[in-house]
């Protein structure tokens, strides 16, 4: 039976897979969250919901305490990840004498949990014969993004850093590609990015943590037929730090400095543009294209 996911819905869900002690079904005629005898989960009228155990919770943890280095509480997060008894009772504790990492805490579990939910949902639409939602995931506040610093980018200062950061991305392509494609779609990207580096950046903004840490970077270059019209010539964000709205923010920087510039037209290839980013390209002004998105910066040319 075809059901609509709603926010509250999806809610709803994430409460009752942190239920460990009962087992909750989805009752998808009456779209609510109900105990069920297993024998009556017919994953038509009742759904199973999506899994969640105490070795994912433990997981969350680990990855908050790693896209958070630079809260005040934590080093004492951290060393209650390696003690190993009572994690979850000491962690939660912990928080509650930081209330704005707290904050930050729940904010980021909703997060990571509505991500399961919604992979688990387009399963079922796919199952359905219906295409997969797009997800925007780049939700974040102000208080998240001062954790980092974001400046223009320096050859000098970020190159290498990116660089590093760009193989691996490359890496992910192949296996996200397996086989001969991966390795040919990972050295193509390699090949363009390097030729770009080298003779084609004329800027771009880098993001790193308080600490220094290199987090992401945006690059742009022009058309030596226009100076009119930028392209996106690099997007990369560390896989520990996707998700706080990096990219969101190094892509507006980017077009407020565009347009200062007097750039007319931004244009990003499809090749740049994961499904989960397409919904935040619309939202700072791009338009799909059938080639990429184009931003026009400048009307009045």
Partial sequence: MFFELTDSLCADIVFAMENQQQNFVLDAENL????????????????????????????????????????????????????????????????????????????????????????????????????????????????????????????????????FEAGAFFEELKKRFSGELGEAVAL????????????????????????????????????????RVARLTALFVNQNYRGLGIARELLQRSISTLTRDGIQFFIISNSFVPKMLKSTLTDLGFEEKDFAFVAELNRHF
């Avoid at 639409?125 to 998240?144: A, K, N």
């Avoid at 771009?204 to 987090?215: I, K, Q």
């Fill in 32 to 163: 609510r969250i109900v105990q069920c005898a297993p024998e009556l989960v017919d994953e038509e009228n009742f759904y199973s919901l999506p899994s969640w155990t105490s070795g994912d919770g433990y997981a969350l943890l680990e990855d908050f305490v790693s896209c958070y280095k630079g809260i005040k509480a934590s080093g004492e997060l951290k060393q209650i990840l390696l003690e190993g008894r009572g994690v979850f009772r000491n962690f939660k504790n912990t928080l509650k004498k930081y209330p704005e990492a707290d904050r930050r805490f729940h904010s980021f579990k909703n997060r990571e949990m509505k991500k399961v939910v919604c992979e688990w949902y387009n399963a079922l639409r796919e199952s359905w014969g219906l295409e997969s939602l797009d997800q925007d995931f780049y939700e974040y506040d102000d208080l998240v993004l001062e954790d980092f610093t974001f400046r223009a980018f320096s050859a000098g200062l970020d190159g290498e850093d990116a660089a």
């Fill in 188 to 227: 193509q990207l390699k090949a363009q990015f390097d030729d770009e580096m080298t003779k084609n950046c004329t800027g771009g903004f880098v993001c790193r943590t308080l600490s220094d840490e290199f987090a992401g970077c945006l690059l742009y270059s022009g058309f030596s037929s226009s100076k």
